[in-house]
Nanobody, 124 residues
Framework: QVQLIESGGGLVQAGGSLRLSCAAS????????LGWFRQAPGKEREFVAA????????YYSDSVKSRFTISRDNAKNTVYLQVNSLKSEDTAVYYC?????????????????WGQGTQVTVSS
């Protein structure tokens, strides 16, 4: 029903930046809360950032706070994750997700739809 497609990942040196995008289709984008998660090899999926339907509430994990910025453009049906000052520990597959409740949440079980991910690799 709702399709999410991430893009913008790549290979970046430590200290570099990327802008990840997640384009949505098949739903009413403005009604969804949106989140970014990541998963590194051998590790559990972890929360990165979330934004509610209005954009008025935003959460970040402590590990990315002050370096990453989540934003949404409802006119373009797209959520972004600007990632700055990248570290080797940021290397992971980054996934976007949509929550039908419209809330910003850190809990993956509260999201209804998931993209297939985009790889971010940070060289040291």
């Amino acid at each position: 029903q709702v399709q999410l497609i991430e893009s913008g990942g790549g290979l970046v040196q430590a200290g570099g930046s990327l802008r990840l995008s997640c384009a949505a289709s098949g739903g009413t984008f403005s009604r969804y809360g949106l989140g970014w998660f990541r998963q590194a090899p051998g590790k559990e999926r972890e929360f990165v950032a979330a934004i509610n339907r209005s954009g008025g509430r935003i959460y970040y994990s402590d590990s990315v706070k002050s370096r990453f910025t989540i934003s949404r453009d409802n006119a373009k049906n797209t959520v972004y994750l600007q990632v700055n000052s990248l570290k080797s520990e940021d290397t992971a597959v980054y996934y976007c997700a949509a929550a039908g409740t419209g809330v910003a949440t850190r809990r993956p079980d509260e999201y209804d739809y998931w993209g297939q991910g985009t790889q971010v690799t940070v060289s040291s």
